[in-house]
């Protein structure tokens, strides 16, 4: 016995939605993560303490499919490695907690460098440090770049190419007092005996 299949009325029904917040994309929104972003946050963080924020996903597939949130997301990374290098200098600067007073057993008061903090300082600038290099790293990435000084004229150019022309593979000759090296009389001798 085979069953009938009733159609679905599919205007009656309202759609399902999937999992997750509901997202849709506004310039506002954008504006508004491009904003806090700037303002040092992580999009991680956006999505998990920000009311009415869409998913981290969400927020990764839109930069992918819209090309003006990439160029904003783009330039929100940038001022926040701007901000990063800031407070790198605000932290190098601070010295305020380098010293620790102590008192010794006589009882004066000894000022000594309080090291742990010293390396909590530096561990904070050189995280803050490699984090703008990877967020704008034409700006505060380590590059090495090769400059060369001088001008080739071109007299200096024909000449060179006088000297290589003819000779194998472009290099210049070599210039020797030797005789140029004998053929090998063996293997000569022993193709005449064969003929």
Known sequence: MAKSRKKKDTKSEAPKRGRGRPSTYSQELVEEICLLISEGLSVRKICEEREGMPERRTIYRWIA????????????????????FDECLTIA?????????????????????????????????????????????KKYGDRITNEIDGKLEVDTLSQILKEIDGQTR??????TNSPPPQPNTIWQHSRTEES
Do not use: C
């Not at 600067?93 to 530096?122: Q, V, W, Y």
């Open 65 to 84: 499919k819209h090309d003006e949130f990439r160029r904003l997301y783009q330039a929100s990374l940038e001022a926040r490695a701007d901000l990063l």
């Open 93 to 137: 600067d601070d010295a305020s907690k380098d010293f620790i007073m102590t008192t010794s057993e006589d009882g004066a008061t000894i000022k000594k460098p309080d090291h742990e903090h010293i390396n909590r300082a530096r561990l904070r600038v050189d995280t803050r440090k490699w984090m703008a290099a990877k967020l704008a790293p």
């Open 170 to 175: 472009g290099f210049p000759a070599v210039k």
